[in-house]
């Protein structure tokens, strides 16, 4: 059972589902000039120019919205679409109105809006001053955090400074296969999260310094994770590994805002321990500054991304060149025995989602979560009547019933990834998410229900008829 407050939503980002990429005096973002780029970056150099055009066809998300009973819906703000320049010298009327028309259409029909302030775009602009690398980045993310605070903080009350810094700084800055493609080993990666960290705390201090008393909202940052499990239980060897690896994607983030205000232990020793030769302290890992506001304290409930689950043993070719992997020293193995039927990462393992509440639960002192992302692909021919994803959604949502009943894990929401097939990232449009599909053939982008859209439309009715929600709260 769920509480009768329970959200249920469904979530999706700026960038991949509006197009508009330079409608209305919007600036371009690093994930406009990545596409651009060409040369196979992205699957077959697709890009987010149009993708579900979202910017013209909201209308059509709210009807989606509305046909699968959602409480809440998860959306990003295009941040070049409201300072395209990133700085707010110079503010585009034309994004604030479409924002405020969108969270106003939300709010009419009785749907909470959750809205996230970044989710991987990040103005161009802003990428030519150094990016996430620069530490003037807290200060700038600040700004346009107290900015949307301001200008829409009357009507939004759960919001998400940034999503998963996991992904922003490995992917895009230790492996280059997400915008803005650097490459820089075992260092980039580690200044970028810091300064996500700097960045996300300054806006959540701003929050509650000077929006909380009046707005009444909650912020926090969505940290994505897999869940993970010794290959071998009785290894001590796989199970260091297996909390090095939790300690290097949970832990980067988690450890700093609910534990310590620091990065775990173990990543610090890791990575000094692999930084032999570097003279200095912090070379490669950054220590946070004593006259900086802290990074401990500053969520109001814990948003997890979950996708999938690995097995995990320690490293069977160390690398010798410092490097994010090696630091880490953590093998992941998908198990034989979990199907994937979607993307090649993603195994299907729903009880590793109960698994992962419960170790959150315990190691971060019992948090309000909101599971942000949560969902299941489709790759190949599109197949409307999609078993599987059904499959995974009832099961899925069967682990966090148990997580809260059983288990007395305090989850306060589940947001499906996501409402619309959209621009998944590197893998353009060849990989499907959506509770709707989406023909990107057709200028119209017409939506359309899959079975599993009806599936969790069904699944929230059943709960909400239960719990007495009614579409007012
Ligand atoms: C989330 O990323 C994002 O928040 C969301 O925007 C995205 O659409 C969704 O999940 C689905 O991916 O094995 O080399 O192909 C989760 C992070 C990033 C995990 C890409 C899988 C594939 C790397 N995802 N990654 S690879």
Known sequence: MFPSNFAWGAATAAYQIEGGWDSDGKGPSIWDTFCHKGGGLVFEDHSGDVACNSYEFWEEDLKCIRQLGLTHYRLSLSWSRLLPDGTTKHVNQKGVRYYNKVIDDLLASNVIPMVTLYHFDLPQALQDRGGWKSPEMADI?????????????????????INEPYICAKLGHEDGIFAPGVKEPGM??????????????????????????????AVSLAINSNWAEPENPTSPEDRAATERYLAFSLGWFAWPVFVTGDYPEVMRSRVELRSKGLSCQGCRL????????????????????????????????????????????????????????????????PDGLRKLLNYIKNTFNNPAVYITENGFSQVGPVNMDDVPRSRFYQDAIQEVARAIQEDGVDVRGYFAWSLLDNFEWADGFSVRFGLFHVDFSQPERKRSIYLSGREYAGIISKYRALTGTNNSQ
């Open 286 to 349: 950054p220590v946070f500054s004593k006259s900086e506001p802290t990074i401990l304290g500053t969520a109001d409930f814990f948003a997890l991304n979950y996708y999938t689950s690995r097995m995990v043993k320690p490293m069977s070719d160390l690398p010798q060149v410092s490097g994010f992997r090696g630091d880490r020293d953590a093998e992941e193995i998908v198990d034989p025995s979990w199907p994937v039927c979607g993307a090649s990462w993603l195994a299907v393992v």
């Open 188 to 217: 980039a990666a580690y200044l970028v999260g810091h300064n996500m960290l700097r960045a996300h705390a300054r806006a959540w201090h701003s929050y509650h310094s000077l929006y909380r008393a009046e707005q009444g909202g």
């Open 141 to 161: 993310f600040d700004s346009y955090a107290r900015f949307a605070f301001q200008t829409f903080g009357d009507r939004v009350k759960l919001w998400l400074t």
